[in-house]
């Protein structure tokens, strides 16, 4: 069973930064493609970016709307992957869970983006 907790969230203003952490238990974070999504309020839950494991070449892949501004990362020592949110918009303000496998997640961190 893979437990999975985010922090990091808060209020940034739009063009600030902030750095999600989503702590995995139960199972290492290299092995597994791990990813964030966010949900606005009364929209879908979305893809925002991933890295794949470590036996899938450990690339990342991000939504549209982020490239280029959000970087996922995994640091294998203390089983936490990031999202390093950077030049943040007040579109970029929803719920942001993590998820493992495609199968577990995460109860999300509020990131609220002011204009």
């Known amino acids: 069973q893979v437990q999975l907790v985010e922090f990091g969230g808060g209020l940034v203003q739009a063009g600030g930064s902030l750095r999600l952490s989503c702590a995995a238990s139960?199972?290492?974070?290299?092995?597994?493609?791990m990813a964030w999504y966010r949900q606005a309020p009364g929209k879908q839950r979305e893809s925002v970016g991933r890295i794949f494991s470590e036996s899938r070449g450990g690339t990342t892949a991000y939504a549209d709307s982020v490239k280029g501004r959000f970087t996922v990362s995994r640091n294998n020592v203390d089983n936490i992957v990031y999202l390093e949110m950077n030049n943040v918009k007040p579109e970029d303000t929803g719920v942001y869970y993590c998820?493992?496998?495609?199968?577990?997640w995460g109860k999300g961190t509020q990131v609220t983006v002011s204009s």
């Open positions: 139960g199972r290492s974070v290299r092995y597994e493609d």
């Open positions: 998820n493992a496998g495609g199968h577990y």
